[in-house]
Every structure is written in C-alpha cells, then in structure tokens.
C-alpha cells in the first residue's frame, strides 16, 4: 500500500551544503518531530517537499503519486504549511487575507477559521505590519488549519507563543492527528513540544538522516549511550547531541 507521504532519496546541493539521500515517509494520523542543529538542513527538506525548491535527485510522492509541476497546485491545496517563506504585503489586513484564501482553496471552512480567530485572539482589522512574531505565527497557523489539509508541515509552529496557546495548539495538533487523521510533520527546536505530541522523531545532522525512530523506542535504544535527564527518561535534545557528538554547542535554527 502506498505512504501519504513519501520521500524518497531526495538531495540538492547548495555551494556550501549538500542535502544527502534523505528518506522518510508518513501515514495519516503520523506526528513526525524533524529535528537538527541549525544548518543540518530541515528547511531545505521542507522546501523539497513542497517543491519551493527543485530536489536534484530523488523523488516525493503523495498519495502514491510523484509530485511533480504539473500536479504541485492540487498537491500543495492538500497541505497546511506553516514556514518562513510566508509573506503578506505589509499594508494588507488579516481581513483581506482571509477572504482571499476564502477563495483560493476550495475547501475553506469558514466557521473553523471564526474558531481559530477566536482562540488566538486575533484582530482581522489589523495590519500584517502591525503583528508581533508570535501573532504571525498564530495567523499562519490559522490559515494552515482551515482548509481541510490532508498533511501539516509545521516549521516553528509554536516559536514565538505564550505557554497556554502553545498547549492548545499541541492539543489541537494531536487531536488533527489521532482523531481526524491528518499527517503532521513539525520541525521545531522546542524538543519538549515534540515530546509531548509526536509519534516519530527524525534527526538530521549535516544533511543526513542521522536516526528515524519512533519515540517510545528511544529509551531502550539510548539508554546505555546517553544519561537519564532527572524523570528517568531519554530527551530528545540529549538523542541530538549524541549523533552530533557530545562537544557540539547547540545552535537552534531561528
């Protein structure tokens, strides 16, 4: 049976960093935690993902299919993406935005955006210039979950949010996932938000998948190589650290 998602040995080359046969797939209701030092190359596999930038090598298909120019409108209509390659005119309102996106994805759920507008307390009379980073971050969020995206790919999600809405935006997440069946993929920096939520977690170090691993694995796998943090469980960072080598300074992708 074919993956929702699958990458399949995809690499591109920039002039100072190579994206190196990276391989990983989901299935629907998958929370997938992407995780890696900034510069090991997370947003370089979103971008190949979504074809913002053209993999060398290797292929992506969805739903069976390889993704491809001709298909990326219908394939990207089917995601709900959250990244840094967002932008709005500076002058826009939320208000305008919103009616636009109304009309540019034909599954727009009108009354799920009112609930979303509500939760992350959002004035759609305001100015795109006029937000905060973590009230861009919610208005992203808001976009990306209502229009009955099949798949999020989630970059940052939760940067820039208060405690409460990060909690809410977790659960909402995991419940988009276990009881809706929705894929989510999410690259963060906030290990402890992955812990919470996530299914998998897939490492990247130096443009390589370094370990895919499903997290209640992770202590059995770890445990005589890595020490217990003071709950008697493996972390996620302390995984990273180990495939980077323990001498690293940590440097998070902002």
């Given amino acids: 049976m074919d993956k929702l998602l699958q990458i399949k040995n995809i690499s591109h080359e920039y002039k100072d960093f190579r994206l190196d046969s990276v391989s990983f797939?989901?299935?629907?209701?998958?929370?997938?935690?992407?995780?890696?030092?900034?510069?090991?190359?997370?947003?370089?596999?979103?971008?190949?993902?979504?074809?913002?930038?053209?993999p060398d090598s290797g292929l992506v298909t969805w739903?069976?299919?390889?993704?491809?120019?001709?298909n990326i409108s219908k394939f990207r209509e089917e995601v709900g993406f959250v990244g840094e390659n967002i932008c709005y005119y500076p002058?826009?309102?939320?208000?305008?935005?919103?009616?636009?996106?109304?009309?540019?994805?034909?599954?727009?759920?009108?009354?799920?955006?009112?609930?979303?507008?509500?939760?992350?307390?959002?004035?759609?009379?305001?100015?795109?210039?006029?937000?905060?980073?973590?009230?861009?971050?919610?208005?992203?969020?808001?976009?990306?979950?209502?229009?009955?995206a099949d798949i999020y790919i989630l970059d940052e999600p939760t940067?820039?949010?208060?405690?409460?809405?990060?909690?809410?935006?977790?659960?909402?997440?995991?419940?988009?996932?276990k009881k809706e069946g929705k894929a989510v993929i999410i690259s963060s920096h906030i290990t402890s938000d992955l812990e919470k939520i996530a299914d998998r977690a897939v490492y990247i170090v130096d443009g390589r998948i370094a370990e895919d691993i499903a997290l209640s694995e992770v202590s059995n796998?770890?445990?005589?190589?890595?020490?217990?943090?003071?709950?008697?469980?493996?972390?996620?960072?302390?995984?990273?650290?180990?495939?980077?080598?323990?001498?690293?300074?940590?440097?998070?992708?902002?």
């Fill in 25 to 54: 797939s989901c299935e629907p209701g998958d929370i997938i935690g992407l995780i890696g030092i900034n510069g090991a190359g997370k947003p370089t596999t979103i971008n190949a993902i979504l074809n913002i930038v053209e």
């Fill in 63 to 70: 739903k069976g299919k390889e993704i491809l120019k001709s």
């Fill in 91 to 148: 002058t826009i309102t939320l208000k305008k935005i919103l009616g636009f996106m109304s009309r540019i994805y034909s599954n727009w759920d009108n009354e799920r955006a009112s609930k979303l507008i509500k939760l992350f307390n959002l004035n759609t009379a305001k100015r795109m210039r006029e937000l905060s980073t973590g009230m861009r971050v919610k208005f992203n969020l808001l976009i990306a979950m209502s229009h009955n």
């Fill in 159 to 177: 940067s820039g949010l208060d405690p409460l809405i990060r909690k809410e935006v977790l659960e909402i997440l995991y419940n988009e996932a």
């Fill in 221 to 254: 796998k770890y445990a005589k190589l890595i020490p217990e943090s003071a709950n008697g469980a493996i972390s996620l960072e302390s995984v990273l650290y180990y495939l980077q080598g323990e001498s690293i300074t940590i440097k998070w992708e902002q």
